[in-house]
T-cell receptor, first 113, second 116 residues
Framework: SQKIEQNSEALNIQEGKTATLTCNYT??????LQWYRQDPGRGPVFLLL?????KEKRKERLKVTFDTTLKQSLFHITASQPADSATYLC????????????FGGGTRVLVKP | DTGVSQDPRHKITKRGQNVTFRCDPISEHNRLYWYRQTLGQGPEFLTY????????KSRLLSDRFSAERPKGSFSTLEIQRTEQGDSAMYLC??????????????FGPGTRLLVL
């Protein structure tokens, strides 16, 4: 079965530094991978989507890479700010027909001033 | 606010009672999804609709769970004979199949259920 792994340990980082999160998956070749942000008590918010033919995608201070050989995506937050503190989830569509997302367990990021 | 809304935001019930949650998607979205999320885990897919048709249901979903989207707009999720293991956050999301960003799902704030 499809397995999506994210580092379950919280990532504590100093303001201004770059946070790097990892998402590893097995047993599937997804056409794309998504990253969401979730704040406590709220629903996930879409951040970025990267397709299998894209190596890298950027949005403001966020950067995502996608290595289909390693079956891994890296998510970077550059020049991190305390407001970036949240849980970040990666998700794959394993259905290929209906956008049925399978999520990793998420990594909590805490940016300290 | 034109985002996805869910009602109620919180629900406390006793074991054995039935509960019903409502989700109002973004108005032009034709797909609607239900997920369940427990503490420390990512959301888990339950079911989804395209317009009024329920196209897929998770095999993990007990027969006590039923969802409807009668007019292709809002949806309800009912849990019958609730059990303590049903305690979780229930998330609704919507998307526009065939649109330029059809893979993106927009989530509501969730309904947090506590079964005593």
């Amino acid at each position: 079965s499809q397995k999506i792994e994210q580092n379950s340990e919280a990532l504590n980082i100093q303001e201004g530094k770059t946070a790097t999160l990892t998402c590893n998956y097995t047993n599937y070749s997804p056409a794309y991978l998504q990253w969401y942000r979730q704040d406590p008590g709220r629903g996930p918010v879409f951040l970025l989507l990267i397709r299998e033919n894209e190596k890298e995608k950027r949005k403001e201070r966020l950067k995502v890479t996608f290595d289909t050989t390693l079956k891994q995506s890296l998510f970077h937050i550059t020049a991190s700010q305390p407001a970036d503190s949240a849980t970040y989830l990666c998700a794959l569509d394993i259905s290929a027909a209906g956008n049925k997302l399978t999520f990793g367990g998420g990594t909590r990021v805490l940016v300290k001033p | 606010d034109t985002g996805v809304s869910q009602d109620p935001r919180h629900k406390i019930t006793k074991r054995g009672q039935n509960v019903t949650f409502r989700c109002d998607p973004i108005s032009e979205h034709n797909r609607l999804y239900w997920y369940r999320q427990t503490l420390g885990q990512g959301p888990e897919f339950l079911t989804y609709f395209q317009n009024e048709a329920q196209l897929e249901k998770s095999r993990l979903l007990s027969d006590r769970f039923s969802a409807e989207r009668p007019k292709g707009s809002f949806s309800t999720l009912e849990i019958q004979r609730t059990e303590q293991g049903d305690s979780a956050m229930y998330l609704c999301a919507s998307s526009l199949a065939g649109g330029p960003n059809q893979e993106t799902q927009y989530f509501g704030p969730g309904t947090r259920l506590l079964v005593l």
